[in-house]
């Protein structure tokens, strides 16, 4: 069974720095993509970044493009959002997401409905 849990959210001002975690189990897949989504009160669940396996390659939501870092370690299972100069309009509720690889192409999924896999959220709170 394939299990997501995203932790590491909490209270921070802007301006600074946390860490994200996903941790992963039960991949039986050898391609797949991570995504990170969010959701603000009042707004829809949006992608802040992604990372394929197949091909490596990265996606960021403009707004958080040079701020925030998806990195992974494989060993762990786990993959990071490392969130730097957070802002005040960063709090949300932070998800981690999965796919197996279908042949999307380059690139990741962006649409959360496009992940089969998704996990339970952690909060992050940004106070000016």
């Known amino acids: 069974e394939v299990q997501l849990q995203a932790s590491g959210g909490g209270s921070v001002q802007a301006g600074g720095s946390l860490r994200l975690s996903c941790a992963t189990s039960?991949?039986?897949?050898?391609?797949?993509?991570i995504g990170w989504f969010r959701q603000a009160p009042g707004k829809g669940r949006e992608a802040v970044s992604c990372?394929?396996?197949?091909?490596?390659?990265?996606y960021y939501l403009d707004s958080v493009k040079g701020r925030f870092a998806i990195s992974t370690d494989n060993a762990k299972n786990r993959v990071y959002l490392q969130m730097m100069s957070v802002k005040p309009e960063d709090t949300a509720v932070y998800y981690c997401?999965?796919?197996?690889?279908?042949?999307w192409g380059p690139g990741c999924p962006t649409k959360v409905y496009e992940y089969l896999y998704r996990g339970q959220g952690t909060l992050v709170t940004v106070s000016s």
């Open positions: 997401a999965a796919e197996p690889y279908r042949g």
């Open positions: 039960g991949f039986t897949f050898d391609d797949y993509a």
């Open positions: 990372f394929s396996r197949s091909d490596g390659s990265t």
